[in-house]
């Protein structure tokens, strides 16, 4: 019994030790690139038809901005490539809080896409690096970048706010992210359609570059999953950290968010 007692105490104190020592030595590699805001950002906010208002009150579409761009793009006078970007579970719309910085490409349209990819004849890598601050380091980071290079080339960075939702724990809001994503693409490219029609714009975009944090990544992918949702409407989608295989912690009672992936998961294996 004593010997036992001996042996349980030692086994007990080695594990201490060794926690500790993991602890106090055990520093994990920081791999995120640090960015930081060159000026204060601004986020205007995109009218939607009423009808998309109606159904989704607690959602939203933003323009980023700062600086004088922000100045400049007040009145959605917009000449650059369009990207959205999209958080995750609890995410903020204008606080990126992703810490993942792996970037995975999506077959999409028939062609293999991969992080260099061009978007209406713009390579996307000149602007998207992994970082930490994944919504305001974009935005930042893409304008700043764009000062730089010829032709006046930049990037239109838009964000959506789902209100914070806690969309990894129920399959209902993953649904409805997925329609109001469908809308917000819709209505960023009517957004270039207006000012191609009042000839301001010589020609517009016809798709959309996704970049999804964590379960908005999955949401990106979910588009395809719609009926109506048309495939030429997003020509990129890069995803941070996001768990395509399945929901980290399925605790749904109906497993709806079970059946999410899985209806994801068969739309992938028909494109």
């Known amino acids: 019994m004593r010997a036992a007692a001996v042996a349980f105490y030692g086994a007990a104190l080695g594990l201490l030790l060794v926690g500790l020592r993991e602890l106090l030595t055990g520093f994990e590699e920081n791999r995120c690139s640090m960015t930081y805001m060159f000026e204060y950002p601004e986020y205007r906010r995109v009218s939607l038809p009423r009808r998309v208002a109606r159904l989704y009150p607690a959602y939203g579409l933003y323009l980023y901005g700062e600086g004088l761009y922000a100045q400049e793009t007040r009145a959605l006078k917009l000449t650059g490539v369009p990207v959205l970007f999209l958080p995750g579970n609890a995410g903020s719309y204008k606080q990126g809080e992703g810490n ?7 077959r999409l349209n028939g062609f ?7 978007v209406d004849g ?9 970082s930490c601050d994944a919504a305001r380091s974009l935005g930042s980071v893409a304008l700043r970048k764009a000062e730089n290079m010829e032709g006046g080339v930049h ?4 964000t959506v706010d789902f209100n914070e939702e806690l969309v990894a724990l129920y399959g209902g809001s993953l649904l ?4 109001f994503l469908h809308e917000s693409i819709k209505a960023i490219l009517r957004l270039y359609k207006v ?3 009042l000839q301001q714009l010589k020609t517009p975009p016809q798709s959309v570059a996704l970049v999804g944090h964590s379960m908005g990544g999955v949401v990106a992918r979910a588009l395809f999953t719609l009926p109506r949702f048309n495939p030429h409407l997003v020509s990129l989608i890069i995803t941070q950290a996001s768990p395509h295989m399945a929901p980290v912690l399925a605790l749904d009672p109906y497993l709806l968010v079970r059946a999410f992936f899985d209806l994801i998961d068969a739309q992938t294996r028909q494109v």
């Open 155 to 158: 990037l239109n960075v838009f």
């Open 122 to 130: 713009f390579l996307l890598s000149d602007w998207l690096s992994p």
């Open 176 to 179: 409805r992210q997925t329609h």
């Open 100 to 106: 993942g910085n792996r970037r995975f490409p999506h």
């Open 112 to 118: 293999s896409w991969n992080h260099v990819k061009r």
């Open 195 to 197: 000012r191609f029609s």
